[in-house]
Each structure stands twice: as C-alpha cells, then as structure tokens.
T-cell receptor, first 115, second 110 residues
Framework: NAGVMQNPRHLVRRRGQEARLRCSPMKGHSHVYWYRQLPEEGLKFMVYLQKENIIDESGMPKERFSAEFPKEGPSILRIQQVVRGDSAAYFCASSLGQGRTYEQYFGPGTRLTVT | SQQGEEDPQALSIQEGENATMNCSYK?????LQWYRQNSGRGLVHLILIRSNEREKHSGRLRVTLDTSKKSSSLLITASRAADTASYFCATVNNNNDMRFGAGTRLTVKP
C-alpha cells in the first residue's frame, strides 16, 4: 500500500513563475491537508480539502495561492507569481476520516526554491 | 499562530540515554500528537494521546499529558543513533484545528 506521494520532490522557480505541487493521498483516503514548513520552523497548516471541496483554507494566503482536490487525480497546490518568501517545504497529508482526530499520513514533501 | 511549543529546541545525548522532550500549549485540546521528522523527509506519526488520557506507551516511547498544566512530554528510552530527528508536537482543539510547534532537534551520538 503506497503511502502519500508528492511530486516533484524539488522544484526551482524564478520569481514571477507559477509553481504546481501535486499530492496523491493514500489509497482509500479522501481527506487531504497541505502544510508549509519554513526553514527552522514547524509546520503551518494551509488548507484542508475533501474530494471536490475546500473545507478549511484559513491558513492559506488569500492571494496567489489556490488548492484543489478533483474527483479524479491528485490534489494540487498552486502558487502563482512566486516570490522568494514562498521558498519552503510543502507537505501534504491524508487521512481516512473527517476532522483531525484521525491520524494523518504525511508525504515526503516538495521543496520549493524561488530564485 | 503556533499552538504547541516544544522545549528544548535542541537536545544532544549519548546512545543508551533517555531523551525527554516537552510540549506546552495554551488552549483546550481534543488530543495531542507527536511526530518525528528525519532530515529531508516527511513527518511520521508517533503517538496520539486524547485529552482524557494521562499516559501512553509505544515501544520505547512514553507520552504523558497533563491538561491542568497544558503540557505533554515525550520520553524516548534507551536512545539509538537512528532516533536522531526532529520531534514535533501537534495539538488538535475541539474545532478540529491542528497546530504544530517548532520542534525539538534530537541528536543521539553513537
């Protein structure tokens, strides 16, 4: 049973370009969470999605960031017009049930570097 | 904003010693979770302890929770070099909001 998959593992973008980060949850999981980890800091929650629905986007910047989890295919975190401050590790997690009392399984992360 | 705050920020011990990491938080919680993150990897879930529990064990790991003091501790007994990692606590409140601390970096020297 494959774990949570994220790709790419490393992504380099120039300022102003778009970054697309993909997350495939564990088999059978329909809940996906995105986190951002800045250097030397803990994870910060960004967004919680179920299939075709955004449940909680309270941690996501209102501009340039968007997330989706379509009926088919992986969840996508999209960052438009990237800036240097977007450089971070982005982790996605999936869980079996609703809310966060269910264990979350994390992917290996995507390290975004903005030059 | 960050909820859990781990203490110490960094810990260095010899193989075979015990390692204790603490986590303090400010608001009421539904449960508290501990995660491990090896360098360059994703988080691995270690233990979940619910607000009505006081202690849980898993192998060499022991977690305690004191809701009156709003604190938790993670004890790793008989540490090994492979335990070298960052350890994060995460709190989940009754609105199902999950918040992570900044982590404790544990180094176990062989």
């Amino acid at each position: 049973n494959a774990g949570v998959m994220q790709n790419p593992r490393h992504l380099v973008r120039r300022r102003g370009q778009e970054a697309r980060l993909r997350c495939s949850p564990m088999k059978g999981h329909s809940h996906v969470y995105w986190y951002r980890q800045l250097p030397e800091e803990g994870l910060k929650f960004m967004v919680y999605l179920q299939k075709e629905n955004i449940i909680d986007e309270s941690g996501m910047p209102k501009e340039r960031f968007s997330a989706e989890f379509p009926k088919e295919g992986p969840s996508i975190l999209r960052i438009q017009q990237v800036v240097r401050g977007d450089s971070a590790a982005y982790f996605c997690a999936s869980s079996l049930g609703q809310g966060r009392t269910y264990e979350q399984y994390f992917g290996p992360g995507t390290r975004l570097t903005v030059t | 904003s960050q909820q859990g705050e781990e203490d110490p920020q960094a810990l260095s011990i010899q193989e075979g010693e015990n390692a204790t990491m603490n986590c303090s938080y400010k608001t009421s919680i539904n449960n508290l979770q501990w995660y491990r993150q090896n360098s360059g990897r994703g988080l691995v879930h270690l233990i979940l302890i619910r607000s009505n529990e006081r202690e849980k064990h898993s192998g060499r790991l022991r977690v305690t929770l004191d809701t009156s003091k709003k604190s938790s501790s993670l004890l790793i007994t008989a540490s090994r070099a492979a335990d070298t990692a960052s350890y994060f606590c995460a709190t989940v409140n009754n609105n199902n909001d999950m918040r992570f601390g900044a982590g404790t970096r544990l180094t176990v020297k062989p």
